[in-house]
């Protein structure tokens, strides 16, 4: 390839990834494609249950190459799965998940929606899935979704017909959008949605099938004859990328769950079975026979007719010339009677409009956050970089319609700067909507029937730019951003967000008290706005208490914090319970903490949650103190032996060496770390010789796929698991020291576990280990390699797939006593025989 053919395409690949965080800057090429897009009147909707679950390939295919108004209704965010590129889980991963399927949809040109359902980790099965999501619920979100989207045609990624063949969530998504496809236009049905929006008769209904839905390749490739089908490797031009490879880029934003990959070119078939709706004339093409010209609406052969001629004359040299014809189009379209297809015509002709003019409208606020019914100095700069002739009548906010600043003409590439200081007239705040009330095991809790389904909560603080082009008037209206650079890293862009004027934190969300002594608890104090005071209490459990009864604090500057600190005292007895922080200032309750969450790959969220821990007395022994953790994907199991006295240390891998492992009572691998860290391979062999001299090695579950965890025996990996946190436990062995020793282990430490027992466990080993749990999801065979130990040399080596890193953290008693007793092998021969002499 030529030295300028990869420069053209590192920037492509520049720009897309830049999408995350920066305003989108079109380009003639992308100008063009927008006015393509503009052209087709037609909608598709892909339908399956979590962030990845999506065909990237197929998406990308019906947004670029058919120019259809794709969306992907995603039923969950994920919130159920792992994450391998840091600690968050459960909600804080559905909030990463959910970015990393905008800044997808950013790539392959789709739109993208959700369900209130909730991931509650796999289901074997869509009954099970369907009565923990509350499927009455979960079907009307879909039809929601089939009635304000208004897809002609629907793709579902999975076959409603195969209940209790792959994740349960997989099936019960194809089920519910089979369901829903006839439901949508019932108006018997779902009534009070009816309010918002109309019925809607999608045309068909697909299924995106395979050969890896078929057990016989050969029967697939038999019936494939009659389905329709697609090369989705079409090369565009104008981008310079085939289109899987644009698949590819996008795919590869699913970064917390290890979706990165390479980019693939080349003719590729993906194949669409029809299940309900009219046949098809034309099997390559989903909209067959659907009118999605100008023509399906009335008065739009007009708005077609000067666009039409727009597109087949585009001036990639100066698109600028076409913005009295563009203009005019404006006006008619907004004009339409159809308010569906007005509102989405106006939103994708103002964005051609204002890239024809290479107009440059930004407002950054000084800082990225505000608070309710404050204000704020935000900075303006204003570009018309083309010759046509404008005027800025005036700018205004959207919190209250007040003018910020009266208008001038726009004169070419003149730039205007200037800084106003605006109300933040609201009482929003902007953090993820669907944590704003607390949620069921299988539903998040969402009042405001406009919000439901939304990707992300609406930007609260918008300004209106309103302009006369072509003695036309027109707004444009732009989000508040902060935009500020750093020298390592450049320009950076942030979201603006409103926030309360106090958050709190608690370090650890679980906090143990292994025996009576009380504890220092610090709680850090965050300021929202300048010279903030007030009080800091906390609320604990009856029996516990808790000095002094209230602390000030005095915060001079914004985003400063004050660290103060309660001595809080258990009861003798064991007891559970919260601890909640609570703030007054100024007159009001503040009892939020400010999550953070910062990542490259998407734009920093900030996530309101209860300020508030798990508080755990817990009657615990242990034996040995001096751990080696070494990190896997991602989880906080090393703060939460802190928590019970161990001293923990992190070891970096490529520090492993034979000399400097004798110094621990026990090593433990965090999950998935053969997968993740590429170092282990070269450095396994002085782990098992510390094994072998008398240490003890505990490894948490890997994924099975790739990988060898390079056992002192024979293990092999499987996808076994059991989904049910409240499956039977039996114990296979009762004289093992992992359930005498230091703390007996019964039948009551396996109760109030979360999610799951555990996942991936082995299936098949070596008569040198000893199984310890047997276990099962309902109607299947007894499982028995969550727990296993093996003697080797003088030491002992741990396998277990027990979901220890959702337990810690959710502070589940009997999994801190078992993870004790893990820690804890081999340093009580002496206790252990008394124990089963007992």
């Keep these: ?277 009219n046949p098809l004339k034309d099997k390559t093409d989903v909209f067959s026979g659907i009118n999605t010209t100008w023509n399906r609406l009335k008065n739009g052969g007009e708005i077609g007719t000067i666009l039409y001629e727009v597109e087949n004359n585009f001036d990639f040299l100066n698109p600028s010339k076409h913005i009295p014809k563009l203009m005019n189009a404006y006006n008619l379209i907004e004009k339409l009677e159809d308010t569906h297809w007005r509102e989405i015509k106006e939103k994708q002709i103002k964005e051609i409009i204002e890239a024809c003019l290479g107009l440059y409208l930004e407002v950054s606020a000084v800082s990225s956050s505000g608070t309710q019914n404050s204000k704020i100095d935000v900075n303006f700069e204003v570009v018309n970089r083309s010759s046509v002739p404008m005027i800025l009548t005036s700018i205004t906010s959207t919190l209250d319609k007040n003018t910020i600043y009266k208008g001038f003409e726009l004169a070419q590439n003149k730039k205007r700067n200037f800084k106003e200081n605006i109300l933040l007239k609201t009482d929003e705040y902007t953090d993820p909507y669907w944590l704003r009330k607390e949620p069921s095991l299988g539903m998040y809790t969402v009042d405001s029937r406009e919000l439901i389904g939304k990707p992300a909560t609406p930007r609260v603080v918008k300004i209106d730019f309103n302009l006369v082009i072509n003695y036309l008037p027109i707004t444009i209206t732009k989000n508040v951003v902060m935009r500020y650079a750093e020298r390592d890293k450049g320009e950076i862009y942030e979201p603006f967000e409103i926030l309360p004027r106090v958050t709190t934190k608690l370090k650890n969300k679980v906090l143990i008290f292994s025996d009576s002594i009380p504890k220092e608890i610090p709680v850090e104090v965050r300021a929202g706005i300048n010279y903030v005071s007030g009080k800091v209490s906390l609320k604990v459990p009856k029996n516990w208490s808790v000095s002094p009864k209230e602390i000030v604090f005095n915060i001079e500057q914004k985003k400063d914090k004050q660290t103060i600190s309660f ?20 007159g009001k309750t503040y009892k939020k903490e400010l999550v953070e969450i910062n990542y490259n790959h998407i734009p920093k969220q900030s996530v309101l949650l209860n300020s508030e821990a798990k508080i755990v ?15 896997g994907a991602g989880d906080v199991v090393p703060e939460n032996l802190r928590q019970i006295g161990y001293t923990v240390v992190e070891i970096n891998p490529s520090e492993i060496n ?70 039977e436990v039996r114990i296979l062995d009762k004289n093992s020291s ?101």
């Excluded at 817990?618 to 953790?629: D, M, R, S, T, V």
């Design 1 to 277: 390839m030529k030295k300028n053919t990869l420069l053209v395409l590192s920037f492509l690949l520049l720009s897309i990834s830049a999408f995350t965080q920066k305003p989108l800057k079109l380009n003639s090429n992308q100008i063009f494609e927008k006015i393509q897009k503009l052209n087709f009147l037609g909608t598709a909707l892909y339908i399956a249950a979590h962030p990845d679950d999506e065909n990237t390939r197929l998406i990308a295919y019906l947004a670029n190459n058919v120019k259809a108004r794709t969306g992907y209704l995603s039923l969950t965010r994920g919130d159920g799965g792992q994450n391998l590129i840091g600690p968050e889980i459960r909600e804080l991963l559905g909030v990463i998940r959910t970015q990393e399927l905008l800044a997808a949809r950013r790539i392959d040109g789709g739109e993208q929606f959700f369900t209130r359902a909730n991931d509650f980790g796999y289901s074997k099965h869509p009954d099970e899935t369907l009565e923990i999501w509350n499927k009455t619920a979960v079907l009307s979100d879909v039809v929601w979704a089939i009635r304000t989207f208004k897809p002609d045609v629907i793709i579902n990624r999975f076959d409603h017909r195969t209940p209790g063949t792959t994740h349960g969530h997989h099936t019960a998504s194809a089920m519910l959008s089979v369901e829903a496809f006839d439901l949508a236009n019932d108006k018997t049905k779902y009534a009070n949605q009816l309010k918002y929006t109309s019925v809607w008769q999608p045309k068909r209904l697909f299924q995106n099938t395979s050969s890896w839905f078929y057990s016989d390749k050969a029967k697939f490739e038999e019936v494939a004859k009659n389905f329709t089908k697609f090369d989705i490797g079409v090369y565009y031009p104008l981008k310079g990328l085939s289109n899987n490879e644009l698949a590819s880029i996008a795919s590869s934003q699913h970064l917390c769950q290890g979706f990165g990959r390479l980019t693939t070119r080349g003719a590729q078939t993906e194949y669409a079975e029809l299940l309900k709706g």
């Design 567 to 586: 001595l809080v005292t258990p009861p003798k007895e064991q007891s559970e319970g919260k601890i909640e922080v609570v703030a007054t200032s100024n």
């Design 617 to 631: 007395r817990l009657n615990i022994e242990k034996a040995g103190n001096y751990i080696g953790y070494i990190k």
């Design 658 to 727: 034979e000399k400097n492992l004798h110094k621990y009572d026990a090593i433990v691998l965090g999950i998935r770390a053969y997968n993740v860290v590429k170092e282990l391979k070269f450095k396994q062999k002085f782990l098992l010789e510390y094994v072998e001299k008398g240490g003890n090695m505990i490894v948490q579950y890997n994924t099975n796929r790739r990988v060898d965890v390079a056992a002192p025996f024979k293990l092999e990996l499987s996808r076994d698991r059991v989904t049910d946190e409240f499956a």
């Design 738 to 838: 992992l359930l005498n020793f230091p703390n007996i282990i019964t039948d009551e430490d396996f109760k109030g576990w979360v999610q799951e027992r555990g996942l991936y466990f082995p299936d098949s080993w070596s008569k040198e280990y000893t199984p310890i749990l047997s276990m099962n999801d309902k109607g299947e065979a007894a499982k028995n390699g969550s727990l296993l130990i093996a003697k080797y040399g003088k030491g002992n080596y741990i396998y277990t797939g027990l979901s220890f890193f959702r337990e810690l953290p959710a502070g589940v008693s009997g999994a801190y006593k078992l993870f004790a007793n893990m820690l804890s092998v081999g340093k009580g021969n002496v206790e252990l025989k008394q124990e089963i002499k007992k």
